[in-house]
C-alpha cells in the first residue's frame, strides 16, 4: 500500500449548479487574444489562424463567492471576464463536428492576472507564468450542464466593479469559439474529464485595488463574483 510522506493536496472541484456533485478539475488552460476589441486594447494584434493558451494550476481554481488577499508581487492587478467550458469526455483529435459532445457543461470564470508582470514577461519573451499562474487566480461559478444550457454561441457577457460596469460584450464576439478551441487544444493534449478551458476575455480589463468587489455575469451561466481584500 502507498504511503505518501505528507498528506495530499485536496483535490480542487468545482460545484455542479442544481446538484451535490463536484467537477474535479485536472488542468486548466486559457486562451489568450479571443476577443478582437481586447486584443486591440492590448495593443496586439489576433490570430485568426490559430489560438494560443497558457495554463494556470488546478489549485489556482477558488469559486465564486470567494474573498482573496490583493497577491504579491503586483502593483496592477486585472479582471478578465470569461466563458468557461468543462470537459466531460475524453479525447484526442477531436473533429470540430464533434467537439461539443465533449463537453459538461459552462460555468462564468475570472482569469485574474498580474498585468504589469505578464506585460514584463511578454516584452521579454518569457512565459507568462508568474503573471497569469496567481494563486486564486481561477476564479469559476458553478457549472451549469449543457444538458441544461445547451452549448452557448452568443448572449451577453459583463462585468461591474463596486457596481460600475467594465466590461460589456457578446460571446458571438468570440474568434475561435468552443467548437474550434476544442478541435485545436485536442491536437495537442489527450482532453479528459476534468479539463477546464477559459475562452478569452473581452475589452474593458482593469485593476483592482484591495475592498474592491467585482460581480460578472453570462446569459443563461447565472453570475461570479470576488472580493479583494487587503494582503
Ligand atoms: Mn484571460
Given at each position: 500500500m502507498t504511503t505518501y510522506l505528507f498528506p495530499p493536496s485536496p483535490i480542487p472541484a468545482i460545484p455542479v449548479a442544481g446538484s451535490n456533485d463536484r467537477y474535479p478539475v485536472r488542468r486548466i488552460f486559457c486562451v489568450g487574444r479571443n476577443y478582437e476589441a481586447h486584443a486591440k486594447e492590448m495593443g496586439v494584434q489576433v490570430d485568426r489562424e490559430a489560438p494560443f493558451y497558457f495554463t494556470k494550476a488546478a489549485d489556482t481554481y477558488v469559486p465564486s463567492g470567494a474573498s482573496i488577499s490583493?497577491?504579491?508581487?503586483?502593483s496592477n492587478y486585472h479582471y478578465e471576464m470569461e466563458l468557461v467550458a468543462v470537459i466531460g469526455k475524453a479525447g484526442f483529435e477531436i473533429p470540430r463536428e464533434q467537439a461539443l459532445e465533449h463537453v459538461f457543461g459552462y460555468a462564468c470564470g475570472l482569469d485574474m492576472t498580474r498585468r504589469d508582470l505578464q506585460l514584463a514577461a511578454r516584452e521579454q519573451r518569457r512565459p507568462w507564468d508568474l503573471g497569469k499562474d496567481v494563486e486564486q487566480s481561477a476564479v469559476i461559478s458553478a457549472i451549469v450542464p449543457a444538458q441544461q444550457c445547451?452549448?452557448?454561441?452568443s448572449g451577453a457577457i459583463e462585468l461591474r466593479v463596486n457596481g460600475e460596469q467594465k466590461q460589456s460584450s457578446d460571446?458571438?464576439?468570440?474568434?475561435?469559439g468552443i467548437s474550434d478551441l476544442i478541435a485545436h487544444l485536442s491536437r495537442y493534449y489527450h482532453l479528459t474529464p476534468g479539463d477546464v478551458i477559459f475562452t478569452g476575455t473581452p475589452e474593458g480589463v482593469g485593476p483592482v485595488v484591495a475592498g474592491d468587489h467585482i460581480a460578472g455575469s453570462i446569459a443563461g451561466l447565472g453570475d461570479i463574483s470576488l472580493t479583494i481584500q487587503a494582503a
Open positions: 490583493y497577491p504579491p508581487g503586483t445547451g452549448h452557448p454561441s460571446l458571438s464576439l468570440l474568434i475561435h
